[in-house]
């Protein structure tokens, strides 16, 4: 397969008349968007991306097309260079691999080094709890989902865009973000390149290293908006699988 960097196995599906593709480890943002755009599904009980009606008997390539985007100015490091890394940061081997399970890490040009939570590692709540003042909310899959919101990954980056387009809109906003841009603040590990981003107006200058150029912020937004694609396709994924489990419970409010 052609511009697919994570190595894979193809079998052929004779029943569906279809080709299946097991990949070593999980494809990149790119890669999967590269999978998705060529017609190609996740089967999250086989744990191998399809697609069906497609397979001729030959090896069936996948071709960057146009419209694919690729990250060029936030970019994912090498698994040798995320090794290297995590023994940069921690001497323990324990927490190296906790590192490398838990957290994805892309690179800027000028060597920040972003740190952001793989989505499997990010929870789910399961009780929605609520004030015993109101009325229950109802158990359903989009209640459950609108419960979970606020573990989804740029939720509050979604909220500054929609502010900063009502002060260019309207020349006023609620005054909470820093409008001058998306930045990259460093503080987790005390590591001067590791920086995670931000965009409340609360900014610690401590910690403050640099606005994101308008090049990177676009590839941060398409970045978080495939993890929150991601992410919500997991809780449909659990609400179809553990529906039954999700319950509510009301809290004293007030009192």
Avoid at 22 to 50: A, D, M, Q, V
Wanted: charged share 35%; proline share 2%; glycine share 4%.
């Amino acid at each position: 397969m052609k511009n697919i960097i994570t190595k894979y196995e193809e079998r052929k599906n004779e029943e569906k008349n279809g080709i299946e593709l097991y990949f070593e480890g999980i494809p990149t943002p790119e890669e999967r968007n590269i999978l998705k755009n060529n017609g190609f599904k996740w089967h999250s009980i086989k744990k191998c991306w399809y697609k069906s009606n497609n397979y001729n008997g030959e090896s069936k390539t996948i071709e960057k097309t146009q419209e694919t985007k690729k990250l060029e100015n936030i970019i994912e490091l090498t698994e040798d260079e995320k090794k290297d890394l995590a023994k940069e940061l921690w001497n323990d081997e324990k927490m190296q691999d906790y590192l490398l399970k838990s957290y994805d890490f892309y690179k800027t040009k000028d060597g920040l080094i972003l740190e952001l939570e793989k989505v499997n590692k990010i929870s789910i709540e399961k009780t929605m709890y609520y004030d015993d003042e109101t009325e229950a909310p109802e158990v359903t899959e989009n209640n459950f989902i609108l419960y979970n919101r606020y573990n989804i990954p740029g939720r509050n980056l979604e909220e500054y865009l929609k502010e900063k387009e009502r002060l260019n809109n309207n020349g006023c906003a609620s005054g909470q973000y820093d409008y001058n841009g998306i930045y990259f603040t460093s503080h987790y590990y005390k590591h001067e390149n590791v920086v995670a981003c931000g965009w409340a107006h609360d900014k610690d200058e401590r910690y403050f290293k640099r606005y994101l150029t308008i090049e990177e912020e676009k590839d941060f937004i398409e970045l978080m908006n495939d993890r929150k694609e991601q992410y919500i396709e997991r809780l449909k994924k659990y609400w179809k699988r553990y529906g039954d489990h999700v319950s509510t419970h009301g809290y004293w409010a007030n009192r």
